[in-house]
């Protein structure tokens, strides 16, 4: 039998990423996915003939660009299409809407308030440049501040270094990003409420946390992150939907050697003396390897993967706590065509419909959809970003007809009772009439509908509790504690048998980071 | 009329007063000026410092610490009583959970030492990082050290635990929705967030800096009726003080109603950094002046009292009405939107007689309509027994969440108890370390200028 020098069980995004790096390294290489196509919760299905839609995640801009250069994405099919404004239809029948142009994006704001037009500059100059400063971080494996390491100790005042070198007044805006609430932190700046509203609704995406929650303005530099071709903060819409980035990474790691099997599901890690030595498939064939390297998030990772036997007890209960609680859900259309919203009858000459809608209409309104959820309930009138990608990529959907994909929060994982399908079917219906109140006509328009809850997300992916993040970016469960303390960086408890997905350092989005940071890890550690 | 002093003290209240002392006992003539006519005879909540203690000679202190010191009513009629005695709270804990009164020793062990850790920032200057002095990163590297060589255990759970919501972390140990509501409330005093919101198991910490492990409410005490009964600095009562200023120099005060003016080369404010800087806003660079105005210092908090018809039992210095961390949840969900609390947090601090002190939360400024029936019905009394005030501004002069502490209280970069203006001084709970320490931003503040 042959015994693989890595062995990757699952085959999403960072995974693959961790494949291509390794492979690319001379490594012999086999990814195992459970499902019939690579791509994890980055995939594109045709579950209505003639219309492909990016199943749940469905923009990329997080994606690193050391990776899209390292591993060559673009001759590897990797095409990514502006996705350029961003409009929010307002209850009172106005709108804000912030275009690719810089200039009118300030003459839409000066509309609303010549105060906020002014701060608006200034205020992304800072976001901007704390991004920057944050973007290290992201390169980094996290150091163990608990550890006496020589390593430790010189990264920890590498670290400590790289803050005081920022200045005091961005290590203290630094701070106040890292601890306020979006809501806190934009009443700072601005007065116009829906301009508060939609820029802190990318505070609350992926999150149990409403706009008013303190943890939530780090979320919101998360989202700065994004480069584009080095344009920074553009988000983008891959050829062929958010599938076509994990083919890419697919195809690339392929071209380096790897071997990717799919309908492979992983039952168990094999540990013999404290080392993984190969893993059992569902089928029950077993597979050999010097290393076992897993994508799934720390939960299945750890306590399925695993038998709690093979792990420290306080690491078993250190991941237990380790929260996921999903709280988004998607619902995906297929349309005869395009809805009209009230605020903007023409559509801007096509502009509105070719980028976001983001339903966030006032700061009340977000934060009460998340008090829905705080209770264990749907929110009655949710917040949602809204995208139609047959309308840049014209190939999602037969001619005339589209795609529109409704990201939806809040959805809570536990919800009072339970999900059922007729649970989801309501949800879909608020969504659908909350959609209808700012576009009527729009519900006679749906050919189909897709309603993918929390729960829905975690049995066709496996993300526990549907957590679109493998986990939550919250305060104490990043950096050095993300998975668990003292195993932030990649490998586990157990001999040979390492970690690479969302859950680890940094997380969150089709950003590959992890996938990255642990391979070179891995290759660091001489195996 | 003007008269000339060699420093004037702005608030009568503990740091006033402390810092008053402090600048009295290293040979300064000092005024102190306060608003109110009459001394305030509620107590004092919160740990006084033994240095504070020590170094003003404060014989006339009593301390109360009541035992039990929480009562929450069961249904049923029962009560859960949490005494000082850690045999005792885990026997009472167990009535209502046995795994949650298994893990009681442990968790009071654990934030004990993590309190212990704040209590070593609270008595100096917050640590300056900006610093290129060997002797502050002395001092820092010294912090480091203890905080390392108390195991990795603390160091892991300061990382984690400080940012994290009081719900998050009372979730992690106990089941018992009566014991999480109790402790809860302590994470939520004077701060409009709710128990769900992150930083509040930092503000649960910061009130049980100086409280024995298992004990999770702050001492009473009558520091400011002590200080003040020891007559060494002159108080000016019944009049409102505003700080005047000339070319960047603090000249004195000006009193309002009277219009005296009374002159010094140092005016010490323990008054909020909002409404002391306010009125010389003029004198002020505009990006510390909106950094002023940015502090969150939003009045969430109601004191009253309930007059009973008979003195109740003992157990009532510390009855606690916060049933759960829903129920606290919920009556911040008003307060978010403006309204006071439909079921507010509710707990008496301090009897005297058949007289009870209350502390109610949230009530965020507003019209208070029928807020007196609802904590009456709350507290199953009469609306007629009982006496509200809600406070406007926090009683904190800005709330203690994780942005506003250490080298960021008051302001960001201005944490040493100096304003722009040369002079002038901050000394109240506006500044490090907050509320709740009465005496510690005072003495910090009087060592400073000193």
């Known amino acids: 039998m042959k015994t693989y020098d890595a062995i990757i069980i699952g085959g999403g995004h960072n995974g693959l990423v961790t494949a291509a790096y390794l492979a690319r390294a001379g490594k012999s290489v086999l990814v195992l996915e459970r499902r019939p196509r690579v791509g994890g919760a980055a995939v594109t299905e045709e579950f209505f003939p003639g219309f492909k839609f990016s199943m749940f995640s469905y923009v990329v801009s997080l994606l690193r660009p050391e990776i899209i250069r390292d591993l060559d994405l673009p001759r590897h099919g990797l095409h990514i299409l502006p996705l350029e404004s961003t409009v929010t239809p307002m209850e009172n029948g106005n709108y804000l809407a912030a275009w690719a142009d810089h200039d009118e994006t300030r003459r839409e704001l000066y509309r609303h308030s010549p105060r906020d037009a002014e701060a608006y500059d200034e205020y992304g100059r800072l976001m901007h440049f704390m991004a920057q400063a944050v973007k290290p971080i992201l390169s980094m494996v996290p150091p163990d501040p608990t550890s006496f390491a020589p390593s430790d100790l010189v990264a920890l005042l590498k670290l400590g270094k790289h803050f005081r070198d920022l200045g005091a007044e961005r290590l203290h805006a630094l701070v106040k990003l890292m601890t306020m609430s979006s809501a806190d932190l934009l009443d700072e700046w601005f007065e116009t409420d829906v301009l508060k509203a939609t820029k802190s609704a990318s505070g609350i995406i992926g999150t149990f946390l409403g706009p008013r929650s303190p943890g939530t303005a780090y979320v919101l530099l998360h989202h700065y992150m994004g480069e584009l071709d080095g344009v920074f903060r553009a988000w983008g819409f891959a050829k062929g939907g958010t599938g076509a980035v994990s083919e890419a990474i697919a195809s690339a790691a392929r071209s380096f050697g790897a071997e990717i099997r799919c309908d492979a599901g992983v039952a168990k890690v094999i540990v013999k003396g404290g080392k993984a030595t190969g893993v059992v498939l569902e089928n029950g064939d077993e597979l050999r390897a010097n290393i076992v390297v897993s994508s799934l998030d720390p939960r299945r990772t750890f306590l399925q993967l695993l038998d709690s036997s093979d792990l420290p007890s306080e690491f078993v209960s250190d991941i237990k706590r380790f929260k996921f609680r999903g709280s988004s859900g998607k619902v995906n259309i297929a349309l005869a065509g395009l809805p009209q919203f009230t605020c903007m009858p023409d559509g801007a000459g096509g502009r509105l419909h070719r980028g976001a809608v983001s339903i966030s209409p006032s700061l009340e309104y977000v934060e009460r959809a998340y008090d829905d959820a705080k209770y264990g309930e749907f929110s009655r009138r949710p917040y949602m970003d809204i995208v139609f990608p047959s309308m840049i990529d014209p190939g999602m959907a037969p001619p005339g007809k589209h795609v529109m994909s409704i990201f939806v929060q809040y959805a809570p994982y536990n919800l009072n009772g339970g999900w059922t399908d007729a649970k989801r079917e309501a949800f879909g219906d608020a969504v659908v009439n909350t959609v209808e109140s700012f576009a009527p006509g729009f519900k006679a328009k749906i050919l189909h509908r897709q309603v993918i809850t929390p729960l829905d997300i975690e049995r066709i992916t496996g993300l526990s509790e549907g957590n679109i993040f493998a986990g939550e970016l919250a305060l104490h469960q990043l950096f050095f504690l993300r998975p668990a303390p003292g195993w932030a960086k990649f490998a586990t408890p157990v001999r040979n048998f390492w970690q690479c997905g969302s859950g680890t350092h940094p997380g969150g989005g089709i950003m590959g980071a992890s996938g990255r940071l642990a391979a070179l890890r891995i290759l660091k550690d001489g195996r | ?450």
Request: hydrophobic letters at 40%; charged letters at 25%.
């Open chain 2, 1 to 450: 009329m003007t008269a000339s002093f060699d420093a004037i003290v702005i608030g009568a209240g503990a740091n006033g007063l402390v810092a008053a002392h402090y600048l009295a006992g290293a040979g300064k003539r000092v005024v102190v000026v306060e608003q109110r006519p009459a001394a305030d005879r509620s107590a004092d909540i919160g740990w006084v410092p033994p240095r504070v203690i020590r170094d003003l000679g404060l014989s006339q202190l009593r301390l109360e610490q009541p035992d039990p010191w929480l009562t929450v009513p069961l249904d049923g009629g029962n009560t859960l009583e949490l005494s000082r005695d850690m045999g005792r709270s885990v026997e009472a804990i167990r009535r209502i959970s046995p795994p949650d009164a298994a893990k009681w020793p442990e968790f009071s062990r654990r934030m004990h030492t993590l309190a212990g850790v704040l209590d070593k920032l609270y008595l100096a200057p917050p640590p300056d990082i900006e610093t290129r002095d060997p002797r502050e990163l002395a001092r820092i590297g010294g912090l480091g050290l203890y905080v390392r060589r108390l195991g990795k255990q603390a160091v892991i759970d300061l990382a984690r635990i400080l940012p994290m919501a009081i719900a998050e972390l009372l979730d992690d140990w106990f089941e018992s929705d009566v014991l999480k509501g109790a402790l809860g409330a302590l994470g939520i005093w004077h701060l409009k967030q709710g128990p769900r919101s992150g930083g509040t198991a930092f503000n649960f910490l910061h009130h049980h800096v100086g409280s024995p492990a298992g004990v999770f409410r702050p001492v009473r005490s009558n520091v400011t009726q002590a200080l003040e009964e020891m007559k060494r600095v002159e108080v000016r009562r019944g009049n409102r003080a505003t700080v005047l200023a000339k070319n960047g120099r603090a000249t004195g005060v000006v009193l309002e109603k009277s219009g005296e003016m009374i002159l010094a080369p140092l005016v010490v404010s323990s008054a909020s950094p909002r409404g002391t800087l306010d009125p010389v806003a003029i004198e002020l660079d505009p990006e510390f002046a909106r950094a002023v105005r940015n502090i969150k210092g939003r009045g969430v908090v109601a004191r009253g009292t309930l007059t009973l018809d008979r003195a109740p039992p003992p157990s009532y210095a510390n009855f606690c009405i916060a049933p759960s961390l829903d129920y606290l949840e919920r009556a911040y969900d008003d307060a978010k939107y403006g309204r006071d609390s439909a079921a507010p947090y509710v707990e008496v601090q301090r009897f005297d007689g058949n007289r009870l002190e209350l502390h109610v939360q949230y009530v965020p400024p507003g019209t208070h309509e029928g807020l007196t029936e609802r904590v009456a019905q709350v507290l199953k009394v009469r609306p007629d027994q009982l006496q509200l005030q809600a406070a406007e501004e926090s009683l904190y002069h800005g709330e203690l969440t994780l942005d506003q502490i250490l080298f960021m209280r008051p302001v960001p970069g201005w944490s040493r108890y100096r304003t722009p203006i040369a002079g002038l001084f901050l000394c109240g709970s506006g500044t490090h370390p907050g509320g709740g320490i009465p005496g510690a931003a005072g003495r910090n503040a009087a060592r400073e200028i000193l």
